[in-house]
């Protein structure tokens, strides 16, 4: 099976081709810090020509048989499955990502479409009384036709994925605006991929474009009847400002800073155990990673020894060892961003139990003690591989400080009162908390999606049906009605 080629090109309506504009974007390896290629940005004749392919062949799709559909995605997930260590060769190289977490993404990538499948099949309508005499009711569900994605570097496929996938199934077509700093794990690859599946020309494209030159043009184009985006808060506001002015749909998945909330009967290893994984798997650049380890009084010194202890035996460097837990942040800015907010929470009384050392761009695990809820290792979503340890004295104390930010996308519970466990739950102010887990969960049939400063929507199963689908009623009248005048 030979390898793909030309990854570096715009994919519209079936074909390859260079943007027209003459600002160049280089793909550089985070670790490295080589140059993996460049191209030329899209300029809005490719966001057109990319938005007009998508509304010339959603007609077609939309009424395909489902079957057909349904195959096609199946046979995207055969191949993303037979490319695996092709494209786990792409995420190290382009985004920085360890092998685990490839493996990780990858499967959710091929599952995503596995599930998507039967989405063709899934397009359900119902039947209402009327109150009117002779009426009948129907409401029919449809695709909303044209969706735009804008889709984030961090979990570049997978991310993109949950959009994409369950969109084709839905009947809809597709533009999307992969991240620049993994151009090809979120969008080209993809579209290499479903080339290969053989979808008809139009049904998907992408465009790899400075945010600067089309990122808004991208978002308020006319055919595109719903954006979706996974990033940050102060980028989401601006796409949902755009998109409440266009009056079109939107599924924002926003930033989250994630409390990890160690109960006094916990079992403390295993507390610490799930922390690891949820605080620096790819090196805790998820939305849904740890931000804040909450843990309570009687507890605090026995979970802070064993988790820096185990934090210290963390392997770093380079993510091409398979061996690496901790790889590279995705470029130095966000090294000196992280460093920045260590540094100011140190100044406000912060201590530095281990980390707080870089090597190029990647960054030691990093562990602060006597953290308070005014520093920015609490109040600001990290990004990095960097966490706050919290102490509470109580239930409500835990309550309070969990939902003391803005934000409200993940969180975890360790308890062995799981009944307790879910009553807390409830009372704090996220779209997901994991009980006895760590907060970095995703289910491709589970709804997936913040509160607050978190975003709006919902991924995942029927719930991002609902998203990418719209209902018409139709109402029969099968005996003559009569009218007042």
């Known amino acids: 099976m030979k390898a793909y080629q030309d990854l570096n090109k715009q994919f519209i309506n079936g074909k390859w081709k260079d943007g027209s504009e003459k600002f160049m974007i280089a793909n550089i390896n985070p670790y490295s810090g080589k140059l993996?290629?460049?191209?030329?940005?899209?300029?809005?004749t490719e966001v057109d020509e990319a938005f007009h392919a998508a509304k010339t062949s959603s007609p077609e799709w939309a009424k395909s048989n489902p079957l057909y559909r349904r195959d096609l995605l199946l046979k995207a997930a055969s191949i993303l499955a037979d490319r695996r260590e092709e494209l786990a060769a792409w995420l190290c190289d382009?985004?920085?990502?360890?092998?685990?977490k490839s493996v990780i993404e990858i499967q959710q990538a091929h599952d995503i479409l596995v599930e998507a499948s039967s989405f063709p099949t899934r397009m359900h309508g119902s039947t209402t009384v009327s109150t009117t005499d002779g009426k009948e009711n129907y409401v029919y569900r449809k695709p909303l036709g044209v969706i735009g994605l804008i889709s984030p570097w961090n979990f570049p496929l997978y991310l993109s994925m949950r959009t994409i996938a369950p969109a084709l199934g839905a009947g809809n077509t597709l533009v999307v605006k992969p991240s620049a700093l993994s151009l090809v794990t979120g969008g080209t690859f993809i579209a290499k991929v479903f080339e290969e599946a053989g979808f008809p020309a139009g049904v998907f494209n992408v465009v790899v474009g400075n945010s600067d030159i089309i990122g808004d043009y991208f978002t308020g184009h006319p055919y595109a009847k719903m954006i979706s985006f996974t990033g940050s808060t102060p980028v989401g506001r601006q796409i949902g400002k755009i998109a409440g002015e266009h009056l079109k749909k939107s599924a924002l998945e926003l930033g989250g800073n994630n409390a990890h909330i160690v109960l006094e009967d916990a079992d403390v290893d295993y507390a610490v155990n799930a922390a690891l994984f949820g605080k620096f798997l790819h090196q805790g650049q998820l939305c849904i990673s740890i931000n804040r380890i909450l843990i309570h009084e009687s507890i605090y010194d026995s979970f802070k020894e064993k988790f820096v202890a185990r934090v210290k035996q963390l392997k770093t460097g380079n993510p091409a060892d398979k061996s690496t837990i901790v790889g590279p942040m995705i470029e130095l800015k966000a090294v000196e961003r992280v460093l920045n907010q260590i540094k100011l929470s140190i100044e406000m009384g912060a201590l530095v139990e281990t980390g707080n050392t870089r090597e190029g761009n990647v960054l030691a695990p990093t562990v602060l003690s006597s953290v308070t809820e005014a520093m920015p290792i609490f109040q600001n979503e990290i990004f990095g591989p960097a966490v706050g340890l919290i102490k509470f004295k109580d239930d409500a104390d835990a309550i309070r400080l969990a939902n003391a930010t803005g934000f409200g996308l993940s969180g975890s519970l360790h308890t062995k009162d799981v009944y307790h466990g879910m009553q807390i739950a409830r009372m704090i102010e996220t779209g997901m908390v994991h009980i006895n887990d760590q907060t970095a969960n995703d289910e491709?049939?589970?709804?997936?999606?913040?509160?607050?400063?978190?975003?709006?929507?919902?991924?995942?199963?029927?719930?991002?049906?609902?998203?990418?689908?719209?209902?018409?009623?139709?109402?029969?009248?099968?005996?003559?009605?009569?009218?007042?005048?």
């Open 444 to 485: 491709i049939h589970s709804p997936f999606g913040g509160e607050k400063d978190s975003g709006t929507g919902r991924f995942g199963g029927d719930f991002i049906l609902d998203e990418l689908t719209t209902v018409q009623w139709v109402s029969v009248q099968a005996q003559k009605r009569i009218y007042p005048f």
């Open 94 to 100: 382009e985004a920085g990502s360890t092998y685990i």
């Open 36 to 44: 993996i290629h460049e191209l030329p940005s899209a300029g809005k």
